[in-house]
């Protein structure tokens, strides 16, 4: 389990991720500033291993997830999905992940035909907001943390 603290001021925040122990397992950057909305996720010695950032020119909200320099994912919002948030995780082959459920309280699924891989769950942790991340074993935690990262992305911009 991860948990990922929620910000307080905006996308622009610096924080970490952290196990359940507290040990930072990954350090965040919030890019906000430059055009393309980035984050880039670094390991504990600093070294960047992933990045999501939104294309400039979609139908719909599109985040590029890459990871050790290759483009490994692109999270789309699925234009109409009544009832519930829909976002997919498309990956290079036939093995795409969705995510769904009321994303705006950070509890949703993510899923992989049919089958759960991962789930996303607000918690009051401390005085801080937080939400945590399971994830399936077997699964690449940096590929569904990135998701989920680029679903934050997505869902904090008012004008989409």
């Known amino acids: 389990m991860y948990l990922i603290k929620e910000r307080f001021f ?3 925040d610096d924080y970490d991720i952290t196990d359940e122990a507290g040990r930072k397992v990954l ?3 919030g890019k906000v500033l430059s055009l393309r909305n980035r984050l880039v996720i670094e390991d504990p010695s600093g070294r960047e291993v992933a ?12 985040y590029e997830v890459r990871i050790g320099g290759e483009k490994a994912a692109e999270v789309r919002k699925k234009l109409f999905t009544p009832f519930r948030e829909r976002f997919t995780i498309d990956v290079p082959g036939p093995d795409d992940l969705e995510m769904t ?3 705006f309280d950070h509890e949703f699924v993510i899923e992989r035909g049919g089958r759960e891989v991962a789930a996303v769950s607000k918690r009051w942790v401390s005085i801080r907001d937080t939400y945590a991340v399971n994830i399936a074993p ?3 935690d940096l590929l569904i943390l990135a998701g989920v990262l680029a ?4 869902l904090s911009r008012k004008d989409d």
């Open 138 to 140: 077997g699964e690449n």
């Open 101 to 103: 459920g009321n994303l």
């Open 10 to 12: 905006d996308i622009g």
């Open 27 to 29: 350090h965040v950057d």
């Open 151 to 154: 679903l934050e992305l997505a």
């Open 51 to 62: 990045s999501v950032h939104r294309h400039l020119v979609s139908i719909r909200p599109t």
